[in-house]
Antibody, heavy 124, light 107 residues
């Protein structure tokens, strides 16, 4: 069964750091780009960022709201995706989802498999 | 950044109704658009990609159309399990933005 399972969420103070993990199973993780998406309370979905695969030098993309504070990485040997979140703000409070990206070409890079999410709360 | 505007933001409908949700892009994005469904407490689910291609396993009552700047998601005959929030997402440029969502509620 194709599956993504996030972990690492919790309560953190403003200015703090947190590292989320996403463990993949049931498919060849190294073949896929991977995304992080979040949903803040009462808000809609927000794309956070992406890591490409080894063939694309593991390059990354980020939303402006997190660029410079969040870092996406992956360990293909562990079929795992990570989101390092630094300098956290109250507005980063959200459920964070990891998602598998189906294709690599522009327009075909939709997210076809999603985890159930992990909750991050930034509050003093 | 490309802005996506969905209309309506809220929609009240009955089982059996035909409903249409519109997604407008701030600039042309060819057919680089996906639609997702999200139910409370659950992960989003891919419904349609490339504006009109139905994801495997998604019921045929869902359909998508459009290109350029205007897109639609249509549910031909609402079923009880279709009451959820729907999002469009553009796949044309970074950042990969979503529409604000359309919450479909039971009338």
């Amino acid at each position: 069964e194709v599956q993504l399972v996030e972990s690492g969420g919790g309560l953190v103070q403003p200015g703090g750091s947190l590292r989320l993990s996403c463990e993949a199973s049931g498919f060849t993780f190294s073949d896929h780009y991977m995304d992080w998406v979040r949903r803040a309370p009462g808000k809609g979905l927000e794309w956070v960022g992406r890591t490409r695969k080894k063939a694309n030098s593991y390059t990354t993309e980020y939303a402006a709201s997190v660029r410079g504070r969040f870092t996406i990485s992956r360990d293909d040997s562990k079929s795992s995706l990570y989101l390092q979140m630094n300098s956290l703000k109250t507005e980063d409070t959200a459920v964070y989802y990891c998602a598998r990206v189906r294709g690599v070409l522009v327009g075909s890079d939709y997210m076809d498999v999603w985890g159930e999410g992990t909750t991050v709360t930034v509050s003093s | 950044d490309i802005q996506l505007t969905q209309s309506p933001s809220f929609l009240s409908a009955s089982v059996g109704d035909r409903v249409t949700i519109t997604c407008r892009a701030s600039q042309g994005i060819s057919s680089d658009l996906a639609w997702y469904q999200q139910k409370p407490g659950k992960a989003p689910k891919l419904l349609i990609y490339a504006a009109s291609t139905l994801q495997t396993g998604v019921p045929s009552r869902f359909s998508g159309s459009g290109s350029g700047t205007e897109f639609t998601l249509t549910i031909s005959s609402l079923q009880p399990e279709d009451f959820a929030t729907y999002y469009c997402q553009q796949l044309n440029s970074y950042p990969r933005t979503f529409g604000q969502g359309t919450k479909l509620e039971i009338k």
